[in-house]
């Protein structure tokens, strides 16, 4: 037998890099698939009779967001159906009171490059991009901003860049520096609690160098949607009636306040394991032939894997080891350096632990071969 | 035995008339408790394998959309989680395409009343008010509008003034003013399946006379939460990155959409029934002293009652009454004409063919005796 080109085309280049990572034995990362099945669990043993929350009032949302403003350390918490809404409310706020409309932030913030400008169309506010796109912000940048900023950012871990994490003694002089000069500072906390255990602190010791700090359920925690954003009582008051205007106040948000509150309780103490399971990973990838990780020591759950070759030469590779490894890594490919490289992103959950530590070696060792058999022949 | 103080107090004046309803037998108005059972109810049934919609992707949210297009007789429609939120996107977009930032509508629209001033601190739109806030905007309101408006929105039926609707020749002649003069006209359908039975048309023909429409899935048809825009596809379009703006695009929103399906499959079938209880149950409670009902003769599904006494003269009696007949009809009560009157809405919905007839006359021929020895009295 030999396989007729019907046959060859059906078995490879028909599938999709993404097609063919859904279909592996194991994937490697996040939590589980995203379908119903995350709602059905949440909500298999709550009470029916339990009532639900009604435009932001009642025990289900009450409760939640005082649960959160516990952990966070701060006087009051309020939840919202995003992250973009809750944040463009936030920095709002602090621009009102501040009596301007610019902000600071990294020039890959999630509210400069995933949001449609919402911050400047909605709410007219400038934003200041510090320091350069692959690289944190310093403390030295914000010393340099113009003293007419109502807020500055900070996103921890900087997501875009692979999830890297300044120094925790720069953190604190940034936000001394900031409450020395009247500046307002936020934390885009999507991803608070995966860098806790890099940093040994709790949520509310990070927090508590912030004014004001919006965390994400779907992240981390792997709920279904959903973010908290914390801060003064009278700040979170003022971002109620935002919440409305925006056209976020639901009459019922349970849907993501119970999944949410769910998934947090089984999740948030497995952080550290996800760390260091992405430590692993990255130490095993980085001795990958022309792949290297950002950063190259993880310092949370999360990292960028680099190819140092073009994406239309790795994504067949890749589709391929999905296939003959039944191992997923990766389901997507970004092109970098002007197509000469390309890379993703990886982020270990709940799925990583049950892959067995061979197969991931296996699968690895496969791709390195590949990767050495296609530079030996550049 | 007789009561003592405490047996007497806890028997009636410490209960609110809002906990007195929620504790008889029989609950007149509505489908049921918003509880957490209206979600395990929906979920049921549903393959825990479908994926989730992905920031407005996927199987779940486009095959919603495509239904509700074609329902709506649309090109083109848009899952939102709020009418809110869609409603003041739909609006900037014809004000954007007419270069004109000014709307008319209703002084009791949504948008005026209920929305803490999103479209003005948002969108910086100016809301032109048509009308006087008892009566419906007719043609001739129309015709006086500013040539500069962008947009006129119709809410069908006018909710704030117990759900009045305009004959049906009304609405086609504004329609064709509108599209003459250049105006955009946008439907705010929250309760559209519920005024089809009275003009005796389908949701397509009435949406017919509309460029845009919202329609909502949490009142007639009793699920969670949810909204659909729906228009010309270069108009939903739009719509998509407003909704990003906005804090909108939810990376899962089927939760609402899911239900918002299987409520409406279930009930959409039932508003000619609704409508026909409402008309009924208006007609006994007219003939009621110091009651009237507006409208007189309901035309969908709801209507309110007007009290021609003050609210605390009538609270204590209906909270007795819910106690005495077992049966709760009101459940709040808003000040009208000063405090000389008050009145509440009631929707009729899933609960009401449960309740025996009987049961409701009798609770309404309790309370004319109740109010014929109040008048009486005065």
């Not at 350390?73 to 602090?94: H, N, Y």
């Not at 359920?217 to 205007?245: C, H, M, N, Q």
């Not at 791709?367 to 530079?375: A, H, I, P, S, W």
Request: charged share 20%.
């Amino acid at each position: 037998m030999y396989n007729t080109p019907e046959s060859a085309s059906s078995k490879q280049p028909s599938l999709t890099l993404r097609e063919a990572f859904a279909q592996t034995e194991y994937i490697l990362p996040g939590h589980s698939d995203r379908n119903i099945n995350v709602l059905q669990q949440a909500f298999a043993d709550i009470d029916g009779d339990l009532s639900s929350d009604q435009y932001g009032r009642g025990q289900v949302i009450e409760d939640f967001q005082k649960q959160m403003a516990d952990v966070l350390g701060k006087e009051s918490a309020v939840f919202f159906p995003t992250g973009t809404m809750a944040q463009q409310i936030a920095l709002r706020i602090w621009c009102d009171r501040h009596n301007s409309a610019k902000v600071a932030y990294h020039p890959l913030c999630h509210l400069e490059i995933h949001e449609e400008d919402g911050l400047k169309e909605l709410h007219h506010i400038q934003s200041i991009l510090l320091a350069d796109q692959d690289r944190l912000i310093t403390l030295a940048d914000v010393k340099q901003m113009d003293q007419d900023i109502a807020c500055l950012l900070l996103e921890l871990p900087q997501r875009e860049i692979g999830g890297q994490l300044p120094p925790y003694s720069e953190l604190q002089a940034i936000s001394e520096y900031c409450r020395k000069q009247g500046i307002s500072i936020h934390l885009d906390g999507a991803r608070l609690f995966e860098i806790l255990p890099y940093y040994q602190k709790t949520a509310a010791e990070v927090c508590a160098l912030f004014d004001s700090v919006y965390i994400s359920f779907y992240k981390g925690i792997g709920g279904i949607a959903g973010a908290i954003l914390a801060g003064p009582s009278d700040f979170t008051a003022e971002s109620k009636v935002w919440k409305r205007r925006h056209g976020g106040d639901l009459i019922s948000l349970y849907p993501y306040i119970l999944s949410s509150k769910y998934y947090y309780e089984q999740r948030v103490g497995n952080m550290e394991q996800y760390y260091k399971e992405a430590v692993q990973l990255a130490q095993w990838m980085n001795k990958c032939t022309a792949i290297h990780t950002l950063p190259e020591v993880p310092v949370s759950n999360m990292f960028h894997i680099h190819f140092e070759l073009p994406k239309e030469q790795i994504e067949p590779i890749l589709i391929e080891m999905c296939q003959a490894t039944g191992v997923g890594i990766v389901q997507y490919l970004t092109d970098k350096k002007e197509g000469a490289h390309c890379s993703t992103e990886l982020v270990i959950g709940a799925r990583y632990e049950h892959v067995p530590q061979d197969r991931i070696q296996k699968a690895l060792a496969w791709l390195d071969q590949r990767l050495k058999e296609v530079t030996a022949n550049q």
